[in-house]
């Protein structure tokens, strides 16, 4: 098996002996490059929702969404109640060849209620992998940014991050199974 791996500081993978790189040129191109920003506010009724799915029972979380109470440190997975609308931007990939591979959360500070925060994504790396079990596939790393958004609106300043999540993609040449 071969495996070559990509990251913004390194040069393009070599050629894959047996078969056709799946790194699209635009892609190659993206990596360490922010997509477009955006942003989002930390509302009750998102981490009611989440809080819903993950089947959480919290009294105290249940009160503070109820009085929509700014000073309540959120559980962490809150973060998820404002990540999901975020669109992945991996040019030059097929969406239907791809399946989700793996979340890593690393949280800083706790959200609020209210908090407005600035969210950046950036593709972090590409890992292509040639043979195995699976065949050959592309593991796409992209990072997002969560940034307090401090100040009021006229005089706002991108605060410190609040956390991060690494997602990574497998991408294959053709729709891949799930197995």
């Known amino acids: ?3 070559t791996t990509m990251t913004e500081d390194a040069a393009a993978p070599a050629d894959a ?3 056709e790189s799946l790194i699209p040129p635009e892609l190659a191109a993206a990596v360490g490059r922010e997509m477009d920003p955006s942003r989002a506010r930390v509302e009750a009724e998102g981490v009611r929702r989440m809080a819903d799915i993950f089947d959480v029972r919290d009294a105290a979380l249940d009160a503070a969404l109820a ?3 700014r000073a309540f440190d959120l559980p962490p997975w809150a973060i998820y109640s404002i990540s999901r609308p975020q669109r992945i931007e ?3 990939i ?3 060849n791809t399946l989700i591979a793996a979340e890593e959360l690393h949280i800083v500070s ?3 209620l209210e908090d ?3 969210i950046a994504q950036r593709i972090a790396g590409l890992q292509e992998r040639i043979g195995g079990r699976v065949g050959h596939s592309l593991f796409i790393h992209i990072d997002w940014s969560y940034r307090r ?5 006229g005089n706002e300043q991108i605060g410190p991050e609040v956390a991060r999540v690494r997602h990574t993609m497998a991408h294959f040449r053709g729709r891949h199974t799930g197995e």
């Open 1 to 3: 098996m071969t495996d």
């Open 94 to 96: 097929d969406p239907w």
């Open 149 to 153: 958004i401090e100040g009021r609106p």
């Open 17 to 19: 002996p047996d078969e």
């Open 110 to 112: 706790p959200l609020r």
């Open 67 to 69: 009085s929509n109470d």
């Open 116 to 118: 407005r925060v600035h």
């Open 90 to 92: 991996t040019p030059g």
